[in-house]
Antibody
Framework: QVQLQESGPGLVKPSGTLSLTCAVSGGSISSSNWWSWVRQPPGKGLEWIGEIYHSGTTNYNPSLETRVIISADKSKNQFSLTLMSVTAADTAVYYC???????????WGQGTLVTVSS | NFMLTQPHSVSESPGETVTISCTGSSPAFARNFVQWYQQRPGRAPTIVIYEDQKRPYGVPDRFSGSIDSSSNSASLTISGLKTEDEADYYCQSYDSGKRMFGGGTKLTVL
């Protein structure tokens, strides 16, 4: 069974850059699945950030696409999220997930809280 | 912008049946699959229904999904409610290659 684990700084300064990595085990990011990032501000709902396919094709949430880059490192079997020019509104638990058969997220990381504060 | 609208909260008693709705703002809603996720406090979401009405292995048949194309809506029905079903539930679909979640519904079983 595939497992995902997020890692990265838990605190980022306003106007800075948020960078997270999702390590995948028990499966390959070169498989025919989308690999995505989803976030959840404290006490609020889920927001899809974007995704990457093994070919390198990416899709992004239109509300974030000017600030987001999702990339993959096949040699390390991991993918990453970069979110630029962050504000307090970007404070959230960030999840990475595998989108199976292109329809549903069947495997999720445990999530990591990122706080934007000076 | 395409949106998915869910009731903020629902409540029902153990053993009863509850239905959570998810309404799409675009006719394109009916052309794309709808998924449902369960999220317990402090935990990552888990899939309970995918591709409108399919149940992943391990999800009890008390959970069922349906689509009503005429009203641009999807529904998650949970029968024989148990206290362990108390959680937030999110519908999810996509439009023009972009995925999206509904605002979530808090289910209280009391």
């Amino acid at each position: 069974q595939v497992q995902l684990q997020e890692s990265g700084p838990g605190l980022v300064k306003p106007s800075g850059t948020l960078s997270l990595t999702c390590a995948v085990s028990g499966g390959s990011i070169s498989s025919s699945n989308w690999w995505s990032w989803v976030r959840q501000p404290p006490g609020k709902g889920l927001e899809w950030i974007g995704e990457i396919y093994h070919s390198g094709t990416t899709n992004y949430n239109p509300s974030l696409e000017t600030r987001v880059i999702i990339s993959a490192d096949k040699s390390k079997n991991q993918f990453s999220l970069t979110l630029m020019s962050v504000t307090a509104a970007d404070t959230a638990v960030y999840y990475c997930a595998r989108w199976f058969s292109g329809t549903h997220a069947d495997s999720w990381g445990q999530g990591t809280l990122v706080t934007v504060s000076s | 912008n395409f949106m998915l609208t869910q009731p903020h909260s629902v409540s029902e008693s153990p053993g009863e049946t509850v239905t959570i709705s998810c309404t799409g703002s675009s006719p394109a809603f009916a052309r794309n699959f709808v998924q449902w996720y369960q999220q317990r406090p402090g935990r990552a979401p888990t899939i309970v229904i995918y591709e409108d009405q399919k149940r992943p292995y391990g999800v009890p048949d008390r959970f069922s999904g349906s689509i009503d194309s005429s009203s641009n809506s999807a529904s998650l029905t949970i029968s024989g409610l148990k206290t362990e079903d108390e959680a937030d539930y999110y519908c999810q679909s996509y439009d023009s290659g972009k995925r999206m979640f509904g605002g979530g519904t808090k289910l209280t079983v009391l």
